[in-house]
């Protein structure tokens, strides 16, 4: 499988040498919300393989605590029933088993906080990152932009409708007609805001979600594995069609993110069929909004 990708990525990568000023991307690994779904996307950067890691953890752990309870208390409602022991203990303390059930929750307490910890401030804290992507909330639209490119302008990621998106073969409501493009394997910056009201940069299998606050400029971080294209969604209820602004991050090689970047980043490339024109629509839709 993995022979195959490469294989298509090399030949992606020719075409794109071929077709001249036209930046077509390798169609690979696609990772995103699933209909029925309910565990995690499957994880695309080392954050989500810790976040993974520290969920399954807790799971087992309160999983253990649960089991312990119900067989205990199953046990004390058998054993200790009136019919069984007509004449109950008058006991109240018992300082070897007030020890235990204090340290031992103690000891566990440690035992969740230290890679909890670890994993917040992995998160929360930026390495020393490679580019900055700048994400602005807008209703109902993301504006992407490098702050590191100049040649390259703030663009508009919108939503495919349904037709568009059977068109190109992508799921509807994930699908946009600009993705934001990265390279794989490197540490990028991500300044987050809004223009209105508040939305949330949200990506699953990156481990990220960080609200877009117009006034403020949140900042978090990623790095991902392997090439492909990453589906998320705005994650704070910020309007009428919340349900409609998708996130797409289209993770490329660096050979091939420093091509897309030498042609001005022409992101509507791939969907030129679908005759979207990113630039005018977006700014009718900045328009209509101020
Ligand atoms: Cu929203």
Redesign the pocket.
Known sequence: MRAINAMLSTMGAGAVSLVAATVAFAQDKQVGPEPGGWFFQEAATPVMTDLIWVHNMVQIIITAIVIFVVVLMGYICIRFRESKNPVPSKTSHNTLIEIIWTVVPVILLVIIAIPSMNLLYKQDRLPETEMTVKVV?NT?NWLYSYPDYENVEEWVSSPLDKTQAETVGQPYLLATDAPLVVPVGTKVKVLVTSVNN???WAMPSFGVKMDAVPGIINETWFEVYEEGTYYG???????I???Y?PIEVKVVSKAEFARFIAAGGEPADKFAALNIDDANGGAAIIAANE
């Open positions: 909330g109902w508040m939305h949330s969604q705005c994650s704070e209820i910020c309007g069609n919340h349900y602004m």
